[in-house]
């Protein structure tokens, strides 16, 4: 399951440049990701396919009526102007640190951008997910230059193509 950050009335995160809005590209990230897996054979499922509000606690919620094999949540972070890179967060006290490893090495594999680790966070769409569940952090919109690199198709491409990476190691 493909998790979308944002959406409809959320736009998350504004770009500090190009006032991107974080709903926008998370979608169109997610929209690319979907065709890769479903292109490698895997069946799909969107938290959202258009540019609609679904609840927080709705996510977490629909990976597991669906008991799906993994759920990723798709982000752009937001912090100091200065920050940059790829993170990956996976749920506190999980054993899912090894999806998000595969997941972060992937990305930073496929971006080149920095690196920025992953960790255990308690998120909300980790925290009640029961089901293998990732949350990446995909650049920063808060940094001009950075921001001008993600909103770019080649970006989300790469990017996409990460996770997919990630994810078909993970299920090796």
């Known amino acids: 399951m493909i998790d979308p950050g944002h959406g409809g009335s959320d736009v998350g995160a504004i ?4 006032g991107t809005y974080e709903k926008n590209v998370t979608l169109s990230t997610a929209l690319i990701l979907q065709q890769k897996l479903r292109a490698a054979g895997a069946t799909v499922y969107m938290t959202r396919s258009t540019d609609t509000y679904i609840q927080l606690t709705s ?3 629909l990976s597991n009526n669906y008991w799906v094999d993994a759920f990723v949540s798709i982000h752009y972070n937001s912090g100091a102007s200065a920050g940059t890179g790829i993170e990956t967060f996976y749920q506190r006290g999980s054993q899912y640190s090894e999806l998000a490893s595969l997941v972060q090495q992937g990305v930073v594999k496929y971006t080149g ?12 769409v980790l925290r009640t997910n029961k089901r293998p569940c990732v949350l990446v952090e995909l650049g920063f919109l808060s940094n001009k230059s950075e921001e001008k690199i993600v909103r770019t198709s080649a970006h989300q491409q790469k990017a996409a193509a990460g996770i997919a990476e990630g994810l078909n190691n993970y299920f090796r």
Do not use: E, M, T, V
């Not at 770009?15 to 190009?18: L, S």
């Not at 951008?113 to 909300?124: E, I, K, P, T, V």
């Open 113 to 124: 951008f920095r690196n920025r680790g992953y960790a255990s966070n308690n998120l909300q």
């Open 15 to 18: 770009g500090a440049g190009y």
């Open 59 to 61: 996510r977490p919620q």
